[in-house]
Every structure is written in C-alpha cells, then in structure tokens.
C-alpha cells in the first residue's frame, strides 16, 4: 500500500516567519501535488512536479520533488495570514490512484 | 464560472435512511470523482467515472453506489445510511480521464452526519 505522510500536522506561527511543509513516503510518484484548502471550501491545485529535482515556485512558496521521487517540500518565504488552509499532497501512484496525505494545518497569525 | 457544484451541503440522517449526492461540472470535463474526507485521514477516493458510461471502484466504495447520469452529472448514493459514513464528501472532475493525473478541480463540499 502507497502511503504519503505530511508533516507537521499542524503549524502555527507569526506572520512574516519562514516555513516549510514535508510530504514522505518510502514509494515513487510519477508526479505530485500540493493543493491547499480553505475551511468549507474544496482543495485548490498550486502546483505539481514531475520530474526529480524539480524545484517550482508561485510567488513566496516553493515546492521542491526529491530526487527519487519520493518525496516533496513546500518553503514558504514571510508567511502571511491569506496563507492559512490546510495544505495537501497527493501523488500520482500506481492503479491509476492519486495517493493523498493527510494535510498540514496552517495559521499564521497577525 | 460555476465549475463544480454540489447540493445539498448540508445534510442529517438518522441510520437506516437513504439519500443521493448530486454534482454537476460545467467545464466539459471527462473525469469525474466522488472523495470523502475525514479528520486526520486525507482524501480517500470513493468511485471515479473516467468517462461517460463508465464507473469504477476507488479506495472506499462500500456503502455508496454512483450514477454517471451523462456528461456534466454525477451522482452519490447511499442507500442504507451508517454513523461511519459521517463526513465531509466532495465531488472533483479532470478534464484527463486517468484519476492520477491533471489538475482536480473541486466542489465545495457536502457535509453528511448520520445520527
């Protein structure tokens, strides 16, 4: 069984601080996802990677996919309270499956 | 733009009852998903639709049965409503017919307790 573990779970920090979120898993994904979600609201796709080492950023975040494909980062630079949500990884696994993490909690606080 | 739209959004049951989930997508996609997602647990997939006419098992699928009613329609049920299918569901479509890849585009969730 594919497994994508996402940690921390839950982050809490003051605005303008520098974050990172970790999507592991001990499997390889041909590509991988970071969305993010806002409450009563579905996920939103910011980006995916496809290729080892690829590193993609969208203003201040960063999105980083491992070498080996087994893992991803997502930096973000001076967080900012319109960064709150719950942030997911997904990644493109075996039998057609999108492999989902738990998700990372996000506040940042004014 | 609507994208994807689910009713209701809200909804209570008492065990035993039955209910469907509608979703309608206006983006001509051929895709089309129904996930649920609880607490501490992610998204898990409960059935896909590929394309229209076709249905398939995801990770959870005991419970629910779908309809792909054309194009722009796909629909949930449970038939026999159970305390642990308490959750929020949310209905995605891709314009790519594979579930592992291209973008999800999201509706805006159903949340579902079952008393």
């Known amino acids: 069984t594919q497994l994508l573990e996402q940690s921390p779970q839950f982050l809490s920090i003051q605005e303008g601080e520098n974050l990172t979120v970790y999507c592991n898993s001990s499997s390889v994904f041909s590509s991988l996802q970071w969305y993010r979600q806002e409450p009563g609201e579905g996920p939103v796709l910011l980006v995916t990677?496809?290729?080892g080492g690829e590193v993609k950023k969208l203003k201040r975040l960063t999105f980083q996919f491992g070498d080996a494909r087994k893992d991803s980062s997502l930096h973000i630079t001076a967080a900012q309270p319109g960064d709150t949500g719950l942030y997911l990884c997904a990644g493109a696994g075996s039998n057609y499956q999108l492999i989902w993490g738990a998700g990372t909690k996000l506040i940042i606080k004014p | 733009n609507a994208g994807v739209t689910q009713t209701p959004k809200f909804q209570v049951l008492k065990t035993g009852q039955s209910m469907t989930l509608q979703c309608a997508q206006d983006m001509n996609h051929n895709s089309m998903y129904w996930y649920r997602q609880d607490p501490g647990m992610g998204l898990r997939l409960i059935y896909y639709?590929?394309?229209?006419?076709?249905?398939d098992k995801g990770e959870v699928p005991n419970g629910y049965n779908v309809s792909r009613l054309n194009k722009r329609e796909f629909s949930l049920r449970l038939e026999s409503a159970a305390p642990s299918q308490t959750s929020v569901y949310f209905c995605?479509?891709?314009?790519?017919?594979?579930?592992?890849?291209?973008?999800?585009?999201f509706g805006e969730g159903s949340r579902l307790t079952v008393l």
């Open positions: 990677v496809v290729t």
């Open positions: 639709s590929a394309s229209e006419g076709t249905t």
């Open positions: 995605a479509s891709s314009l790519r017919t594979s579930p592992n890849t291209g973008e999800l585009f």
